[in-house]
């Protein structure tokens, strides 16, 4: 029987198990952190809400996952733009489609908990990935207790997020190339509780552009919103000027006076805890030979200004394993195949993501120059939304459409459900 190691139990971790468990391969998954709460206990503050599409979705259904995610998620199936002086409530085209928002967390248990059931997975927690041989096929891994460990992998798989030990040991003997550039954002994440003054629609993902600056929140099935507060590194604001407490009050009540009330832990969150830079992160080769693969936040961290990290990942796994199933005695084609599709498309979402923040920042005279039409719900009219979240097309098909559907065109929806 053939043995995988992956390193990582985040989200993708657990999934990229999970298909390597079904395609009969005995799976080691070594996690660093230790178990909290049935899941990888998570980093303090770091507790953001994802929007996970009918994309993502359609990996998890693969190993019978889908489902329980919804269960556990809140169901969106419209925007609402928040202007200063009014407010826009658009809907996808199709009564059918939405996204679900879930808090990372959650889905981490969710998965981890499918998986750690399966008879063909095994978890250690606590075990760091240190050192990698790769012509030997060996991980060397540093437990929490002190004690070091060596496993041995027919097939080693990188899921270990944006600073990933994988990609890092594959870059310093020569088999990848890392790229991280800055966007030049940065975030924090905040709970929004709304007053008794504001309704917000629940089965909604909500913006507040500000022009450069943005605020967005994603539906709890607690009647919150987890909110992120995505600021320039250069510009006005920024998080310096908001470390100031009298700044911070001033700035978010003036930018974001019908939901400054509800913002109860906004001095918490700003003092409590550095606001993350936000980065893109590409390597140019996500496989080594028959043994190594890099899946999730490892082969590509994107932007998260369309919602889209996710579910790249969760289709990494369902890639992967179409390709090891396709040719079951020849991994290396396999896994040849797998980055041949994966450097395309992580390539396309990484520059869909970054097309995107005009839209989700108000920078576009599109999107700051529509009217209130509380009482009214229009469909949602960018091609990239909808052909990203709700159509077959990949990453690479719709980057290449754009330049007949630039961004803000009123979708075909006839031509993106039939999209192959
Ligand atoms: C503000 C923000 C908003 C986002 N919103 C969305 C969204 O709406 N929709 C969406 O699709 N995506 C979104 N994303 C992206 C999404 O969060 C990531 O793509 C996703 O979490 C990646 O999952 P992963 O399992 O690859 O990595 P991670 O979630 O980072 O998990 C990696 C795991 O590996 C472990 N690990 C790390 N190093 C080692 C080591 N050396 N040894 C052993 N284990 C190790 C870590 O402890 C962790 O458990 C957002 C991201 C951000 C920052």
């Known amino acids: 029987m053939r043995k995988a190691v992956v390193i990582g139990a985040g ?44 994309r ?26 928040h202007q200063l002086q009014a ?17 990372r967390n959650d889905l981490n248990k969710t998965l981890y908990r499918q998986a750690r059931y399966h008879p063909g997975i095994r978890f250690e927690f606590g075990a760091s990935c240190h050192a990698i041989d790769f012509e030997r096929r060996r991980v060397v891994l540093d437990r929490s207790d002190g004690r070091r460990l060596t496993a041995g992998y027919d097939l080693l798989i990188g899921a270990d997020g944006t600073h990933s030990s994988v990609r890092s040991a594959m870059a310093q003997t020569g088999l990848t190339t890392v790229w991280r550039t800055p966007t030049g954002s ?14 917000l629609q629940r089965s909604a993902i909500h913006v507040w552009p500000r022009g450069g600056f943005f ?3 994603l539906p709890n099935q607690d009647e919150t919103f987890r909110c992120t507060l995505v600021l320039p590194d250069v ?18 009540a003036e930018n974001f006076p019908d939901v400054y009330a509800g913002l109860g832990d906004l001095d918490r969150a700003i003092e409590g805890r550095r606001p993350a830079k936000i980065w893109t992160v590409r390597a ?18 994107i932007a998260p200004f369309l919602g889209q990290g996710i579910n790249l990942g969760f289709e990494d796994c369902l890639m992967l394993g179409r390709a090891l199933a396709a040719a079951p005695d020849d991994p290396k084609t396999a896994l040849f195949e797998y980055a041949a599709d994966r450097v395309v498309n992580g390539d396309a979402a990484a520059q869909l993501s970054m097309l995107n923040f005009d839209s989700l920042a108000g920078a576009s005279a599109a999107s700051s120059n529509r009217r209130t039409v509380r009482d009214r719900v229009v469909p949602i009219d960018s091609f ?16 290449n459409q754009l330049d007949a559907h630039p961004v803000e065109t009123p979708l075909e929806l006839i031509n993106i459900r039939s999209g192959t």
């Open 384 to 399: 990239m939304v909808t052909a990203v979240n709700f159509s077959q097309l990949t990453y690479g098909e719709v980057l």
């Open 215 to 217: 605020l967005v929140g």
């Open 87 to 103: 407010s826009v409530e658009t809907r996808y085209g199709d009564p059918s489609w939405c996204n679900y928002s879930v808090g």
């Open 284 to 301: 140019d080769r996500l496989v080594y030979r028959s043994s190594v693969a890099l899946v999730g936040d490892a082969a590509h961290t």
């Open 56 to 81: 993502g979705l359609r990996a998890l259904a693969a190993v019978g996952a889908d489902k329980e995610v919804v269960d556990s998620a809140v169901a969106m199936d419209r925007r609402v733009v």
């Open 235 to 252: 510009g006005e604001p920024t998080f310096t000027e908001l470390a100031d407490p009298v700044r911070r009050h001033a700035v978010m």
């Open 11 to 54: 989200p993708v971790g657990c999934l990229a198990a999970q298909t390597l468990a079904d395609l009969g391969y005995a799976v080691e998954v070594y996690e660093k952190r230790p178990e909290y709460g049935g899941r990888p206990a998570a980093s303090v503050g770091r507790t953001i809400n994802l929007s996970v599409s009918p």
């Open 186 to 199: 940065g975030y924090t994440e905040l709970t929004l509780r709304p007053a008794d003054t504001l309704e």
